[in-house]
């Protein structure tokens, strides 16, 4: 038998055989038939060690395939033992770390789709500006070519190259958030500054298309690092700036409670449709109302910052129209 050749079996047979031999000596020398009934009943205590360890390494053979079954993918699940003992403590916790490591296996699959995914959006996005950088480059190198039409060009080139290194330097930002990485100051942050210096970059651009900026503050703070959060809050002006029709108006309000710290950003605009909600801060989503040089990473980018600041943000249509983003910065880990 297989089992016989087991160290610890044979150890504990060879205490039984000598524990039962030693009792059926005394026995003889007290009286013949106390040794007869001790050798009996030794012989038989041995015959059930015998019979319990041979079920018990049947369990043990059976989990063992099982097992074997599950890691070359032909089972997904050990089966459920509802009995008491040490083996069925050791299926129960074999059963958990299968499923964990399922889930983890499910989770690796999802992320390997994911990073191809997003892989695929790179390249795409990256690639329309290269070919036309290519395009431009070629035709920057006629000798003929008008000084007007070279010079519009020039700026084309440049436009196109600008806007490759933003994807690029997002795309970095991203990864060391992901990676954790990113390194986040925790310093008590003016709410008004914030603001400001988020809205520094866009007031040309918001006074060319005729929009007013409204900013009510009242003095708030909150803990976390400026420069990382006006990346994070200058992406949702952007957004809003570029929904908002000429002449229209873009307002932040600050509030501060004993909880958190809120910043509302809301524009007249045509709001948010229904379709795009769900998925306005995934990374590379384009809503229908997205211009064409849209990449769909910077409310990815700010949601990103703001999260990893003890932060959320949430997206909606204000009730008189036009699209609203809620942040807040919470003063305890909730």
Same mark, same amino acid.
């Given at each position: ?15 039984? #055989? ?24 030794? @012989? ?7 019979? !319990?360890?041979?079920?018990? /390494? ?35 916790? #074999?059963? +958990? ?5 399922? *889930? ?18 790179? !390249?795409?996005?990256?690639? &329309? ?6 395009? @431009? ?24 190259? *600008? ?7 997002? #795309? ?6 992901? %990676?954790? &990485?990113?390194? !986040? ?24 298309? *005729? ?5 009510? &503050? $009242? ?9 990382? &959060? ?20 873009? $307002? ?10 809120? =910043? ?9 449709? +229904?379709?795009?909600?769900? /998925?306005?801060?995934?990374?590379? /989503? ?20 703001? %999260?990893?600041?003890?932060?959320? =943000? +949430?997206? *909606? ?12 910065? /919470?003063?305890?880990?909730?």
């Amino acid at each position: 038998m297989k089992i016989i050749r087991n160290p610890e079996l044979k150890r504990e047979l060879l205490i039984d #055989l000598a524990i039962t031999v030693a009792a059926a000596l005394i026995g003889f020398i007290i009286r013949p038939i106390y040794g007869i009934l001790a050798l009996a009943v030794g @012989l038989l205590l041995s015959g059930a060690h015998i019979a !319990f360890a041979v079920q018990r /390494y049947r369990q043990m053979e059976a989990l063992a395939q099982r097992l074997d079954r599950i890691l070359h993918g032909q089972d997904r699940v050990l089966i459920e033992d509802a009995a008491e003992g040490e083996l069925s403590i050791l299926n129960s916790e #074999l059963q +958990k770390m299968t499923t964990r490591l399922q *889930e983890q296996a499910n989770q690796l699959s999802s992320d390997k789709q994911q990073l191809t995914e997003a892989i695929q959006d790179i !390249f795409h996005q990256i690639r &329309t500006p290269l070919t036309s950088m290519n395009l @431009l480059v070629s035709m920057l190198g006629e000798e003929n070519l008008p000084y007007d039409r070279r010079l519009s060009m020039t700026r084309e080139l440049r436009r196109q190259l *600008e806007r490759v290194q933003w994807l690029v330097e997002t #795309l970095l930002k991203l990864s060391k958030i992901d %990676a954790g &990485t990113a390194q !986040f100051r925790s310093d008590l942050v003016s709410v008004a500054e914030l603001i400001e210096k988020a809205a520094q970059p866009l007031r040309i651009p918001m006074e060319l298309r *005729e929009q007013s900026f409204t900013v009510h &503050t $009242t003095g708030e703070h909150f803990m976390g690092d400026l420069n990382w &959060t006006t990346e994070a809050l200058g992406n949702i002006l952007k957004n809003c700036m570029e929904h908002t029709p000429v002449g229209g108006e873009i $307002t932040v309000t600050a509030e501060e409670t004993a909880l958190f710290t809120e =910043i509302v950003v809301e524009d007249n605009g045509p709001g948010i449709s +229904k379709e795009d909600l769900p /998925y306005l801060f995934d990374r590379f /989503y384009k809503g229908a109302g997205s211009s064409d040089d849209s990449v769909g990473i910077g409310l990815a980018l700010s949601r990103s910052i703001i %999260a990893s600041q003890n932060g959320t =943000i +949430k997206a *909606e249509n204000a009730p008189t129209g036009g699209a609203r983003f809620t942040i807040r910065f /919470y003063k305890s880990v909730i």
